[in-house]
């Protein structure tokens, strides 16, 4: 009887120790970086991006225009981003700047 398709397939190892000490290492990092930022820009980040808040819940929750709120998170995100690559010399494992990585993680 023939074998299956899958049977010699090998496994995704998934990310090796280097990259998981790396990744630590990054989310420690933005944590640090997020840290040195004013009260009022590290809450616009994490309602926008660990609660998943919408710009309009942020807006209504803080008495401010919607319009404000982009403006707001964006100059956040790229003051924390200034932060983020100032507190190493070598180019970060991740995009700061998104929504989706590093910045979910911690």
Do not use: W
């Not at 009887?1 to 790396?22: H, I, N, S, T, Y």
């Amino acid at each position: 009887e023939p074998l299956a398709e899958d049977a010699l397939a090998v496994p995704d190892p998934g990310p090796g120790p280097m990259r998981r000490l790396e990744a630590d290492r990054d989310r420690a990092r933005l944590n640090r970086a997020l840290l040195q930022l004013r009260e009022d820009k590290r809450e616009l980040i994490v309602l926008a991006r660990y609660h998943d808040m919408k710009h309009e819940q942020i807006a209504e929750l803080l008495g401010i225009d919607t319009g404000a709120v982009k403006v707001r998170i964006h100059r956040a995100v790229k003051e924390l981003r200034e932060i983020f690559l100032r507190s190493s010399d070598r180019t970060p494992a991740c995009d700061v700047k998104t929504s989706t990585g590093i910045l979910r993680t911690i």
